[in-house]
């Protein structure tokens, strides 16, 4: 695999982008919005670090042609973020998003957060898995999706890694981890999924909540009929439960569902002519 020995990462382990890449960014400088001047990218820089409860901005950004890259330094003890143009820009170009660039000026923001680069060793995993962690609470909170937020690294990290950065999954996960800090994926609801009842001849039931007002519900049979019904809401009983039903087989029929608040689901099925009933409890498949 000889072009896997010619990809070359930065000390972050984000590919550098190919003198190609860089010179399609300078041909067509307003293909993305570009960085067009410092004060684009220092703008970026203030609304990464607001995100940032008390801290303040600790280092300087500055500008620096022709090196195809972004780090942060420290220089005679003044901290810095130096970083060529057409670098950040060939980010946003190769990977089709702005939130490319932003994450990654954001993973070096977060090497000035973190302290890693008073010390003289360099890249770590640690470190490199902190300020990933960092750049996806930045961006949540700036209103990246997840996927914008791994933008980057998916297409641009180093999927082995090396002895100074982790490889790409790693990355991505420590990516997510931040991000969820701020937006948590919501909880699954527990009268969501698929259920077994007691019902003999029925495999199990999938349940989805469509609205306050509405649940979806599945019935997959053990002879490989499935049949589904839309149930309303009707009414909630004295104990707390919430009934959801819809009438079948021309009206000569009723199924209700009854979802409890500690989460159990119980299904009362009614012949309305012979006014019998029968119960089935839910349990989860
Ligand atoms: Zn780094």
Not at 4 to 21: E, V
Not at 104 to 119: I, P, R
Not at 129 to 155: H, R
Not at 191 to 197: D, E, L
């Amino acid at each position: 695999m000889p072009w896997l020995s010619q990809a070359q990462y930065n000390h972050c382990g984000i590919l550098i982008p190919s003198q190609k890449s860089i010179n399609k960014v300078k041909d067509k400088p307003s293909s993305i919005n570009s960085f067009i001047s410092i004060d684009e990218a220092a703008n970026y820089i203030k609304r990464i670090v607001k995100q940032v409860p008390d801290w303040q901005q600790n280092f300087v950004l500055q500008e620096r042609n022709g090196i195809n890259n972004a780090y942060a330094h420290i220089q005679n003890g003044k901290r810095f973020i130096t970083y060529d143009n057409l670098f950040v820009e060939a980010l946003d170009y190769q990977t089709g998003t702005k939130w490319a660039s932003v994450s990654v000026l954001a993973h070096e923001v977060g090497h000035h957060y973190f302290d890693h680069v008073l010390d003289r060793e360099g890249s770590t995993h640690s470190k490199e898995l902190e300020a990933d962690y960092f750049s996806g609470y930045v961006l949540a909170k700036m209103g990246a999706s997840i996927a914008q937020a791994k933008a980057a690294m998916a297409k641009l990290a180093n999927p082995y890694g090396s002895h100074s950065h982790p490889p790409r999954n790693q990355r991505l996960t420590a990516i997510e981890k931040g991000y969820n800090t701020v937006k948590p994926r919501k909880k699954s609801n527990p009268y969501s999924g698929n259920f077994y009842t007691q019902q003999n001849d029925v495999r199990y039931v999938n349940v989805q909540p469509r609205s306050n007002k509405l649940v979806q519900a599945t019935w997959f049979f053990n002879n490989g009929q499935k049949v589904s019904e839309n149930l309303h809401y009707s009414r909630t009983t004295s104990r707390g439960a919430r009934v959801y039903y819809n009438n079948y087989m021309q009206n000569t029929r009723r199924v209700e569902l009854y979802f409890f608040r500690d989460g159990r689901i119980r299904e009362k099925d009614i012949d309305l002519k012979k006014r019998r009933y029968a119960w089935y409890n839910f349990s989860r498949h």
